[in-house]
């Protein structure tokens, strides 16, 4: 398998932070602003230009007031079984 940020289970991960932050009733510069850092780089991360690794996805959540459980249950479920890395 090729190499790309649009697997599902990435597509997941983005689509999954949207609808939280959407939920927690945040635009992405207050998000930002919640996180420190720059509206930009929360887009980044929507648009799966910027991919966020474990603790990243922690610190997201807590500013997102959810558990990353949450996030990573749907995450799983859109990752294809014969993923690669």
Do not use: F, Y
């Not at 991919?51 to 922690?58: A, F, G, N, P, Q």
């Not at 007031?65 to 993923?83: A, C, F, H, S």
């Amino acid at each position: 398998m090729t190499k790309t940020i649009h697997t599902g289970g990435q597509i997941a991960l983005c689509e999954a932070l949207i609808a939280a932050r959407n939920d927690a009733g945040l635009t992405q510069s207050s998000l930002g602003k919640i996180l420190s850092c720059h509206q930009s780089m929360i887009a980044r991360i929507e648009s799966g230009q910027r991919r966020i690794d474990v603790v990243e996805l922690v610190i997201i959540c807590r500013g997102l007031g959810i558990e990353p459980t949450k996030i990573l249950e749907i995450v799983e479920r859109k990752t294809q079984k014969d993923e690669r890395l």
